[in-house]
C-alpha cells in the first residue's frame, strides 16, 4: 500500500522560509512521479511542483524562482523547500504521487492517484 505523510507546515511571515517533507512508503521516488500541490478555501487544488522519475523538475509560474522541489532517493522523501514567502502562499499543501500521471507542475490534480493528507502552511504580515 502507499502512504505518503507530510509534515513541516506551520505559520511564517512574509519573506520567511519552510521546508515540507513528505515521507513516502509503497512509493519508489525513483520510478514514481512526485509532486506538491496546494489548495486556499475557495480554490480549485493546483500544482505547485513536481519532479519526474528522471530527476526533471517543473514549477508552477507563481512560485518559480522561490520554492525548490526535491527527492531523497536513499529515503523515499519528498522535499519542497519555500523561501520569500508571500501571504497568497497561505494555503493546504498536498503531496501526490502517481505512476503515470503527466509529470509536471501544470498537470490536472484530478491524475494523481496517490495523495497525503496536506500540511497547513500560513504566511502572515
Known amino acids: 500500500q502507499v502512504q505518503l505523510v507530510e509534515s513541516g507546515g506551520g505559520s511564517v511571515q512574509a519573506g520567511g522560509s519552510l521546508r515540507l517533507s513528505c515521507a513516502a512508503s509503497?512509493?519508489?521516488?525513483?520510478?514514481?512521479?512526485m509532486g506538491w500541490f496546494r489548495q486556499a478555501p475557495g480554490k480549485e487544488r493546483e500544482g505547485v511542483a513536481a519532479?519526474?522519475?528522471?530527476?526533471?523538475?517543473t514549477y508552477a509560474d507563481s512560485v518559480k524562482g522561490r520554492f525548490t522541489i526535491s527527492k531523497d532517493y536513499a529515503t523515499n522523501t519528498l522535499y519542497l523547500q519555500m523561501t520569500s514567502l508571500k501571504l497568497e502562499d497561505t494555503a493546504r499543501y498536498y503531496c501526490?504521487?502517481?505512476?503515470?500521471?503527466?509529470?509536471?507542475?501544470?498537470?490536472?490534480?484530478?491524475?494523481?492517484?496517490?495523495w497525503g493528507q496536506g500540511t497547513q502552511v500560513t504566511v502572515s504580515s
Open positions: 501526490a504521487a502517481d505512476r503515470n500521471a503527466p509529470c509536471t507542475a501544470g498537470s490536472n490534480w484530478v491524475s494523481w492517484r496517490y
Open positions: 509503497g512509493v519508489t521516488a525513483s520510478t514514481y512521479c
Open positions: 519532479v519526474a522519475n528522471d530527476g526533471s523538475t
